[in-house]
C-alpha cells in the first residue's frame, strides 16, 4: 500500500459507521443515477462493445462511487474512504512491466489496451474446482502445467484432506493449504517448470490463518507469487482479508483482488454491476496494494460462480476496456465454466472467456475453474486450459469488432443449455492417468471446436 500502508490500517477503526442494510440498501438507487448520468448501457448484442467513451464514461462512473461510497469493514462497522487524488496517487505510481518466476519459466506483465497486440499473461488452473486430494490432485495440477500456453498456474480445490473433512478454522484447514500449495510446487516440478509462478486462493483456506501458513520459500508461496485477497461483495471486507493483504506485501508476495459484483444483486442490472466493479477495483487495488484484480462478476441465475452469461460478460468486457484506457492497472478475468470436462459447451465457454478478456485489454484466467460440488469432483481438465490459452494468443491484436462477432457465436453454442449443462467425465476417464495422455475421444471434439471457431476467422496457428 505505498504510501497509505498505515493509512489503511488506522482508517478501518476510524471512518464513520454505518449499518450493513443501510449500506446494502442505498447501493441500487445511486448506481441506477450514475448509470444514467454517464450513460452506461448494456446491449446483449454486443458482449464486447466497442464504444471507447462508454468505455471512459464507466472510468468516470467508477471513480465518483469509490470516493462516495467507500468501503465498508465488517468488523468494525465502519467505511473506509480515500480521496480521487489518492486513488490516482497509487494508480499514477504503480510500476511496470512486472516479472514473475525465474530461469525458462519467467513471465512479464506488460500494461495492455482494448485490442492490444501486447501478449497477455494466462493464468491457468481451476480454483473453484474440487479435485481428489494427494497424486490425483498433483496429476490435476501437472495437466496445466503441461499446457505451453499456460505462464501462472492457479490451484484447484481438494474435496477433503487425508480423507477428512476440511472445516474453517481448524487444525486441518492450515495442513490442508500448506500440503495444497506442496503439491502444486511438486506438480510444477515434475512438469519440467519449477520456476513457473504461483496465483493461489488455496481451496482449504476459508480463513486468514492458513493462507498465512502457505508462505513458505520450501514448499510454499515465494517471493513474487502470488496470494489472493478478495473483497466482498458489494464494496466491503474485513479483517480477515486485510490480514492476508498486509502478510503478502510484507512478505513480498504479490496480492491478487478477487471481486465479484453480482447481476441482480445489491446492483441490479449489468449497468449497475459494472459501475459497482470499478469503483470495487479501484478500492480493492489501494486497500490491498494489489498487483492485480481478478474481475469475477456473478448472475443471480446461475449457479457455481459460472461467468459465461452474456450479462456478465459484458461486465467483464467493459469494465476491462474502462481500467485499459485509463490506467496502467491490470485486470484479470476469472474463467468459472458452467458445464463440465468431456462436453462440447466447456470448450465454448474457455473459448468465449478468452475472446473477452483479451480483446477488451484484460489478462486471460485465472481459470478454467468452477466446478464445483458433490458429485463433480474431477470434472476438470488441461484441454479447457488448453482452449483459454490458445484461444487467448490466437485473438491478441483482434479488433473489438470481430471479437465480438466470434462471441456471439460461441455464445449460440452453448446458451440453450446454460444453468442446465449436459452432464460431463472426470479426469480418469479424459485421460490415461497414469501417462497423462489425453484419449482421442476428447481430444478429437477440442479439435473439432477449434477447427469451428478457425472457419469462423480466428487466427489459430
Known amino acids: 500500500m505505498p504510501g497509505l500502508h498505515f493509512e489503511m490500517m488506522e482508517r478501518v477503526d476510524q471512518g464513520p459507521r454505518v449499518r450493513e442494510k443501510e449500506f446494502d440498501t442505498s447501493i441500487f438507487p445511486r448506481v441506477k443515477e450514475l448509470a444514467e448520468k454517464y450513460d452506461i448501457k448494456y446491449d446483449p448484442a454486443h458482449p464486447i462493445p466497442d464504444d471507447d467513451a462508454m468505455a471512459d464514461r464507466l472510468f468516470a462512473a467508477g471513480m465518483e462511487y469509490a470516493v462516495e461510497k467507500g468501503l465498508w469493514v465488517l468488523d468494525t462497522q465502519k467505511v473506509v474512504h480515500f480521496t480521487e487524488a489518492e486513488i490516482w496517487r497509487f494508480l499514477d505510481n504503480f510500476h511496470t512491466p512486472l516479472t514473475f518466476g525465474y530461469g525458462k519459466d519467467q513471465v512479464t506483465l506488460y500494461p495492455r489496451k482494448p485490442e492490444s497486440d501486447v501478449r497477455p499473461l494466462v493464468i491457468g488452473g481451476a480454483a473453484g474446482s474440487s479435485m481428489t486430494e494427494g497424486e490425483i490432485y498433483v496429476k490435476h495440477m501437472m495437466n496445466f502445467a503441461l499446457e505451453p500456453t499456460n505462464d501462472m498456474i492457479a490451484n484447484g480445490n481438494p474435496a477433503w484432506i487425508e480423507g477428512r473433512e476440511i472445516r474453517p478454522f481448524s487444525p486441518n484447514e492450515v495442513h490442508g493449504a500448506i500440503q495444497e500449495v506442496g503439491w502444486i510446487r511438486e506438480a510444477i516440478r515434475r512438469s519440467g517448470r519449477p520456476g513457473m509462478p504461483m496465483f493461489v486462493a488455496p481451496g482449504c483456506a476459508a480463513s486468514a490463518p492458513p493462507a498465512v501458513a502457505i508462505i513458505n520459500e520450501e514448499r510454499g508461496l515465494r517471493k513474487g507469487d502470488f496470494m489472493y485477497a478478495a473483497l466482498l461483495t458489494e464494496l466491503k471486507s474485513d479483517y480477515d482479508r486485510l490480514i492476508r493483504a498486509v502478510t503478502a506485501v510484507e512478505n513480498g508476495v504479490h496480492v491478487a483482488t478477487l471481486l465479484a459484483p453480482m447481476i441482480g444483486g445489491w446492483a441490479g442490472p449489468p449497468e449497475g454491476a459494472a459501475i459497482c466493479g470499478a469503483a470495487e477495483t479501484l478500492l480493492g487495488a489501494i486497500c490491498h496494494s494489489s498487483t492485480i484484480v481478478v474481475n469475477h462478476p456473478v448472475h443471480m441465475n446461475l449457479k457455481n460462480g459460472a461467468t459465461t452469461h452474456r450479462q456478465t460478460l459484458w461486465v467483464e468486457s467493459v469494465i476491462g476496456q474502462a481500467f485499459s484506457r485509463n490506467c496502467r492497472f491490470p485486470i484479470g478475468q476469472n474463467v468459472f465454466l458452467d458445464a463440465r470436462a468431456g462436453t462440447y459447451e466447456v470448450?465454448?465457454?474457455?473459448?468465449?472467456?478468452?475472446?473477452?478478456?483479451?480483446?477488451?485489454?484484460?489478462?486471460?484466467?485465472?481459470?478454467?475453474?468452477?466446478?464445483?460440488?458433490?458429485?463433480?469432483?474431477?470434472?476438470i481438465s488441461g484441454i479447457e486450459m488448453r482452449m483459454l490459452g490458445e484461444t487467448s494468443r490466437a485473438v491478441t491484436g483482434m479488433s473489438r469488432k470481430k471479437a465480438n462477432e466470434l462471441a456471439v457465436k460461441c455464445l449460440e453454442k452453448y446458451e440453450p443449455t446454460l444453468g442446465n449443462p449436459p452432464k460431463g467425465k472426470r479426469l480418469q476417464d479424459l485421460y490415461d492417468i497414469e501417462k497423462l495422455k489425453v484419449k482421442e475421444e476428447w481430444l478429437a471434439k477440442f479439435k473439432e471446436v477449434k477447427a469451428q471457431l478457425k472457419d469462423w476467422g480466428m487466427p489459430y496457428r
Open 347 to 379: 470448450l465454448w465457454e474457455a473459448a468465449v472467456n478468452a475472446i473477452v478478456a483479451v480483446s477488451s485489454g484484460q489478462h486471460t484466467g485465472p481459470g478454467p475453474s468452477g466446478i464445483t460440488g458433490g458429485d463433480d469432483v474431477d470434472m
